[in-house]
């Protein structure tokens, strides 16, 4: 068995070396909207009341915004959040190495996997601080027995980081309860056990207040609409399939094509099947799977299909589950049936059955570990895949934008920019407000109220002959190429940037000015 010594020089070296790949990936990766839009809520909250009311449109709870307005008084550019980001992503790191109890090569790949080493490592989202924190609730799961406090906040924080670690806190919740009831033995205090407990519901309440938004959030489609409540065996199917794409990464199926949705279905069952077969003894461990896997599940259904960075809460409850198994009860094997003296010897010998039962018991065993390598090397196929390829493809072409902006003397310019949720980026890096058509003000961040509508590029064009009442020429920015004309408006291209991983997140610039009257057609 390893020497803490070496395992901490395994973990030292293991951080360090993704600490060092992190910041080089971090230094190519173009940022997209959905970080830096939480950057921008966070730094152009003018107080904590339109800060806390901001984020309720974000559809997330309060820390990671947090975290960002703490950070940006440091240093006040979106450089600062990837800082941070790095930092939570390499306290996982430090987490899985030092102290998951899985062999050294297993912990590896776990390190190099797709949500640890790209996910969760070059996209600054709030899942970091969610892997981070439910990582530390296992690292403290043994010290349960002596107080929960450490738990509890570690419950706290993943509850406020994300909708879907927020599932994953009550479960745990729970599984602290059904553990305590199963046989562990804890010494905690009275006021140990009763202040934790109260500490995680406060936490709980918090989270849950800020994630419900508000009556005109249209985020999905608004909270009180878009919801799937009645049964679609197709959309059943789809949702089960990212069980497999969770879990093993690769040869993702196409949502598109029947046959894939039900053939990666049955695989995604196998996959439950399987888990649920390794932690049956652990009735504990076995409830917060099955709570939790089903929680996300029902989600995924209900409300949004997601992406790997949504879905992917499926391996991490995996994860946890068998992390916690190794440190608690298992119920009692039954004794083995012994045959009777009669037929001693002539139907079946005392030691051929207890031979053959080991074997079994091996045989499952090396089946188990064998179905465990291979989520392990498809997480971590995917991992080198996706973190290579952002090396190459831009993830949104929204850095290369704003840079010629800058370099053409034009970052000044009125600009008028649409769709608003891809300009987020650019506002993000130009650190300056843009006229949005959709609500027909300047911003910055943006935040799907009521107010906000998708608008035809003839009400642009409308907007933009009144803006150009007061301005000589506006720069216009879409995340489309124009096709239309407006007879009173000359539109020239100015260049385009297409070179994005996010399909959107492709800009088209113009200049646009008012044509002289000569010029215009009767």
């Known amino acids: 068995m390893p020497l803490p010594a070496e395992e901490r020089c395994f973990a030292i070296i293991l951080t360090g070396l993704i600490g060092l790949l992190g910041a080089i ?10 970080e830096l839009n939480a950057w921008l809520v966070a730094t152009e909250s003018h107080s904590w009341a339109q ?12 820390l990671w915004y947090l975290s960002l ?7 006040a550019d979106p450089r600062a959040m990837q800082v941070l980001h790095l930092a939570l992503a390499l306290g996982s790191v430090w987490l899985l190495a030092r102290y998951a109890p899985f062999l050294r090569w297993q912990r590896l790949l776990l390190v190099f996997g797709y949500l640890p080493f790209y996910e969760y490592l070059l996209i600054s989202r ?27 906040i570690a419950l706290v924080l993943a509850a406020n980081s994300n909708a879907y670690c927020f599932l994953i806190a009550v479960t745990l919740g729970s599984t602290l309860i059904l553990d305590a009831r199963l046989g562990t033995r804890a010494r905690a205090s009275r006021l140990d056990c009763w202040g934790s407990f109260f500490l995680v519901l406060i936490g709980l309440a918090i989270a849950l207040a800020t994630i419900l938004p508000p009556a005109d959030s249209q985020l999905q489609g608004g909270f009180s609409t878009s919801w799937i409540l009645y049964f679609d065996l197709r959309h059943f199917l789809t949702a089960l399939t990212r069980v497999w794409s969770s879990y093993i990464v690769i040869l993702i199926p196409s949502d598109s094509k029947y046959f894939d949705v039900v053939l990666f279905a049955i695989f995604s069952l196998l996959l439950l099947a399987g888990a649920i077969a390794r932690l049956r003894r652990q009735p504990a461990i076995l409830g917060f799977y099955l709570s939790s896997t089903l929680a996300i599940l029902g989600l995924t259904y209900a409300k949004f299909l997601g992406s790997p960075r949504h879905f992917g809460h499926l391996f991490i409850v995996l994860l946890v589950a068998l992390w916690l198994s190794h440190d608690s009860p298992t119920t009692q094997h039954a004794a083995p049936v012994r045959p009777s003296s009669k037929f001693k010897g002539k139907i079946l010998k005392l030691p051929d059955f207890i031979g053959s039962s080991r074997r079994r018991a091996r045989l499952w065993r090396r089946v188990q570990a064998t ?11 995917g ?3 996706a973190f290579s390829r952002d090396l190459v493809v831009p993830y949104s072409a929204g850095r290369a934008t704003a840079e010629f902006i800058r370099r053409q003397g034009w970052a000044a310019d009125f600009i008028v920019g649409s769709q608003d949720m891809a300009m987020a980026t650019l506002a993000g890096y130009l650190d300056r407000e843009i006229y949005y058509p959709e609500i027909q003000a300047l911003g910055s961040f943006v935040l799907f109220t009521g107010d906000r509508q998708p608008l035809p590029m003839q009400s642009i064009f409308e907007q933009l002959q009144d803006l150009l009442h007061a301005q000589e020429s506006i720069l216009l920015i879409l995340n489309y190429e124009l096709r239309a004309e407006h007879r009173e408006l000359a539109i020239a291209p100015l260049a385009a940037f297409t070179d994005s991983l996010i399909f959107n997140e492709k800009y088209f610039l113009y200049r646009v000015s008012t044509k002289p009257r000569a010029a215009r057609p009767d």
């Open 69 to 75: 307005a703490a950070v940006q008084r440091l240093w």
């Open 383 to 385: 991992g080198l895949v």
């Open 51 to 62: 800060l806390v009311a901001n984020v309720q449109y974000e559809g997330h709870p309060l």
């Open 371 to 381: 179905g465990f390598a291979i989520i392990l090397l498809g997480q971590t196929l």
């Open 25 to 34: 990936g971090l230094s190519q990766h173009a940022m997209w909207r959905d």
């Open 126 to 152: 709030n899942y970091a601080w969610g892997l981070l924190s439910l990582l530390l609730f296992c690292t403290l799961w043994p010290t349960r027995r002596r107080t929960y406090l450490g738990v509890a």
